[in-house]
C-alpha cells in the first residue's frame, strides 16, 4: 500500500448554489402578489430596472359609478359593499353610552376591554390590573361583570365554559337542566359520557340529546363576528378555457407588472469612473439574471398546468368527482424535471377553469387501491364516499370505522385500511362514531 504524500490532479462536477440560482429557485414559487412585491423591492434597489404597470389598468370609482346608473341589475353586487371595518372594542364602547358608570368605572372598563381577545375571551389578571390600575380588585370584578352583561352574549368570558353558561343564561334563562351540565358536567358531557351523568341528574338520554343540540347552536366565538378581515382576491395564474379544439391554457400575466431596462441611465453613466461601471455593470448582470428568472417560471408553470389539465381531462370537462390519482412525482417524472421544482411551481397558484377556480394543489391526490387490477382512485373519492356514508348513516347508531372500510370495499371496490379511515375522518371534521350517536 502506497501512503506517500503527493499531489494529483482530478476533475469533479458539482452544483453550486449560487445567489442567481437561488433567486430563479424562489421566483418560481411566488404567487403573482409575491412576484410583484419582489419586482417592486428589486426596482427600488436595481437603478437599471424599471416597472411598467400601464398593462395594469385600475377601476376609475367614477365611471364605474356612471356605469351602474344605467345598469338595471347589479351581477357583482357583493363587491360593491364598502370595507367598513368595526372593531370589538368600538362595538363595546357603543353600549356603554347609554350606562351611567362612574368616570373610575369607564377606566377600569377600558383597560380590561384591551384584555380581550379577537374570539372576545378576557386573558388579564384581575389582581394584576387592580395593582397597575390602583383599585380594589372587587371594582374590577365589577367593570368585568358589566362587560359580560353586554352583546354580544358571551363576550368577556375567561373560558369556553363560563362563555357557553352566559348564552345559556341570556338566551334561555328557564333551561335550568343546560345551565347545571354546563357549569358542574361540562368536560365529560363533551365528550359524551352521557349515562353516568343522566343517572346522577335522574334525567333520560333524550333529554341530554336536546341540551347538546341546543349548546350547539351557541358561538364559542362571540369576538369573532365583529371582527373584519380585509377582502383579498384571488388571482389564478394560468386559465383554463374549452375549445373546440378541446381544452387551451393561456397564462394570465396581465395583471403582472413588466420589466425593462432603463437604457438611458444605463448609457449615462457606464463611461464613468470604474467604480461606477463595475457597479452598472452588477446590476445589468442583475436585471438580465431576472428578466431569464421570469421567463423560465413561465416556461415551467405553463408546462405543469399543461400536464395537468392532460391528465386531469374528465375533472375539467365533467367535474370534481372525476378526479383521478396524480402525484407530483408522476408528473416530474414525465416533464423530466426534479420533483421539487413540481412543488415550486404549484405553491400558492391557481388557475380558472370553466367550473370554477382551483389551487393547483387541488390537482395532487394520492392513489388509493381497488379490488379491480387496471383501475385505481383518488383519495379525494375516498373522502367523498366517506363523507355520503356518514350523511346517509343511521345517527342512533353510527358507522364504525371498520364498517366504513367494510362497506367501501364492498359497494365501491375501494380497498382501505382502517387507520386511513380515520385519518381522512379527521381531515374532513368529522367525530368518531361514539360523538356522532344521537339519543332521540
Known amino acids: 500500500m502506497n501512503l506517500k504524500a503527493g499531489l494529483w490532479q482530478q476533475q469533479t462536477l458539482k452544483l453550486a448554489m449560487t445567489q442567481e440560482l437561488s433567486q430563479a429557485i424562489a421566483l418560481l414559487q411566488y404567487s403573482a402578489h409575491e412576484l410583484t412585491a419582489f419586482l417592486e423591492d428589486k426596482a427600488l434597489e436595481n437603478p437599471l430596472l424599471q416597472i411598467d404597470n400601464s398593462n395594469i389598468k385600475p377601476m376609475n370609482p367614477l365611471i364605474d359609478r356612471n356605469r351602474r346608473k344605467h345598469q338595471k341589475a347589479e351581477k357583482d353586487w357583493i363587491d360593491q359593499i364598502a370595507d367598513k371595518p368595526f372593531s370589538l372594542e368600538d362595538y363595546i364602547l357603543s353600549q356603554l353610552k347609554i350606562t351611567n358608570l362612574s368616570a373610575e368605572q369607564s377606566r377600569v372598563i377600558r383597560h380590561l376591554i384591551q384584555n380581550l381577545d379577537e374570539n372576545g375571551y378576557f386573558l388579564g389578571d384581575q389582581t394584576e390590573i387592580a395593582q397597575r390600575l390602583r383599585v380594589d380588585e372587587d371594582l374590577v370584578e365589577e367593570c368585568l361583570a358589566i362587560i359580560q352583561t353586554l352583546e354580544p352574549a358571551g363576550i368577556g368570558a375567561r373560558n369556553l365554559q363560563e362563555c357557553l353558561l352566559m348564552q345559556i343564561y341570556y338566551l334561555n334563562p328557564d333551561n335550568e337542566l343546560a345551565q347545571k351540565i354546563i357549569a358542574d358536567y361540562f368536560i365529560p358531557f363533551a365528550e359524551k359520557k352521557w349515562k353516568p351523568i343522566a343517572k346522577e341528574l335522574k334525567v333520560t338520554l333524550k333529554e341530554l340529546q336536546e341540551v347538546f343540540d341546543e349548546i350547539q347552536t351557541l358561538n364559542p366565538k362571540p369576538g369573532a363576528i365583529l371582527g373584519k378581515e380585509a377582502t383579498t382576491y384571488i388571482i389564478p395564474d394560468a386559465i383554463v378555457e374549452q375549445s373546440s379544439d378541446g381544452l387551451t391554457v393561456r397564462m394570465s400575466d396581465e395583471l403582472l407588472p413588466r420589466i425593462s431596462l432603463n437604457e438611458q441611465y444605463y448609457h449615462k453613466f457606464k463611461d464613468q469612473d470604474q ?49 383521478v390519482p396524480m402525484t407530483m ?38 392513489t388509493i387501491q381497488t379490488i379491480s387490477e387496471d383501475e385505481n382512485t383518488s383519495s379525494t373519492q375516498v373522502k367523498k364516499k366517506i363523507a355520503t356514508l356518514i350523511e346517509k348513516e343511521n345517527k342512533q347508531k353510527p358507522l364504525s370505522d371498520q364498517e366504513i372500510v367494510e362497506q367501501l370495499k364492498r359497494d365501491e371496490g375501494m380497498v382501505v385500511s382502517r387507520r386511513t379511515i380515520a385519518k381522512y375522518r379527521d381531515q374532513l371534521g368529522i367525530s368518531s362514531s361514539s360523538k356522532r350517536k344521537r339519543f332521540d
Open 275 to 323: 467604480q461606477v461601471s463595475r457597479f452598472l455593470q452588477d446590476k445589468l448582470q442583475d436585471y438580465q439574471w431576472i428578466q431569464k428568472s421570469i421567463e423560465q417560471r413561465k416556461e415551467t408553470l405553463t408546462r405543469v398546468v399543461a400536464k395537468i389539465i392532460e391528465k386531469q381531462a374528465s375533472f375539467f370537462q365533467k367535474g370534481s368527482q372525476y378526479l
Open 329 to 366: 412525482k408522476e408528473v416530474a417524472a414525465e416533464l423530466d424535471i426534479h420533483e421539487s421544482t413540481v412543488s415550486r411551481a404549484v405553491r400558492e397558484k391557481y388557475v380558472q377553469t370553466p367550473i370554477g377556480t382551483f389551487g393547483l394543489k387541488t390537482f395532487f391526490t394520492s
